[in-house]
């Protein structure tokens, strides 16, 4: 359950901001195949991750978690 707000939030965040999963996953360095399982809630990022959407969004942490929480 919390996996797929992470990947709901996200996926929201990145097409609010103009990225394709490609571009978005290109800058982040990781995987297309990875940035989808986030997105499908099949895959919860790490902390660092998470900091590094959160920077390419131009947005904190915080309003990236929703909450502020943030499993590691």
Do not use: H
Not at 7 to 26: C, H, M, N, P, V
Not at 35 to 55: C, D, F, H, W, Y
């Amino acid at each position: 359950m919390e996996e797929q707000r992470w990947g709901r939030r996200i996926r929201a965040f990145r097409k609010l901001k103009g990225y394709t999963q490609e571009s978005f996953a290109r800058d982040l360095g990781i995987s297309v195949s990875v940035l989808g399982e986030i997105e499908r809630g099949n895959r919860q990022p790490k902390q660092e991750l998470v900091s590094r959407m959160a920077t390419l969004f131009q947005i904190s942490i915080d309003e990236l978690t929703e909450d502020g929480s943030l499993q590691q």
